[in-house]
């Protein structure tokens, strides 16, 4: 498992039986998946917008910052709301107590 992250749709074929006119018959049936380095599974798609959109989607959880970290002040920090905020990180730390610091003495 690692934490790099790099998602990419591959194409594939697929033998599937059909029941065709004559009876049975093998076909290839192309279906489209998305793959990441962070070893994730997905899905197969028959079209490659589908596997686009988990593509999409997986990088968009991938950039999400935990909410633990996210600025709680965006207009005091001049953050982005949602944004990485070291201060709001430190703040919480200060909050959980950190042994020795917890004297009441810290304010924002
Ligand atoms: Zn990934
Ligand atoms: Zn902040």
Same mark, same amino acid.
């Given at each position: 498992? +690692?934490? @790099?992250?790099? =998602?990419?749709?591959?194409? @594939?074929?697929?033998?599937?039986? #059909?029941?065709? #006119?004559?009876?049975?018959? %093998?076909?290839?049936?192309?279906?489209?998946?998305?793959?990441? +380095?962070?070893?994730?599974?997905?899905?197969?798609? &028959?079209?490659?917008? !589908?596997?686009?959109?988990? @593509?999409?989607?997986?990088?968009? *959880?991938? %950039? *999400?910052? &935990? !909410?633990? *970290?996210?600025?709680?002040? =965006?207009?005091?920090?001049?953050?982005?709301?949602?944004?990485? %905020?070291?201060?709001?990180?430190? *703040? /919480? #730390?200060?909050?959980?107590? /950190?042994?020795?610091?917890?004297?009441?003495?810290?304010?924002?």
């Amino acid at each position: 498992m +690692t934490d @790099r992250h790099l =998602p990419k749709v591959v194409r @594939r074929a697929r033998r599937v039986a #059909a029941a065709g #006119a004559g009876g049975i018959a %093998c076909a290839s049936v192309r279906e489209y998946v998305l793959t990441c +380095t962070c070893a994730g599974v997905w899905e197969a798609h &028959p079209s490659k917008r !589908l596997a686009d959109a988990d @593509r999409i989607e997986h990088l968009n *959880q991938v %950039c *999400q910052v &935990p !909410l633990e *970290q996210q600025c709680r002040r =965006p207009r005091a920090h001049k953050r982005a709301a949602g944004e990485y %905020c070291e201060l709001c990180v430190t *703040q /919480i #730390a200060l909050d959980l107590g /950190i042994p020795g610091l917890d004297d009441g003495a810290v304010s924002l």
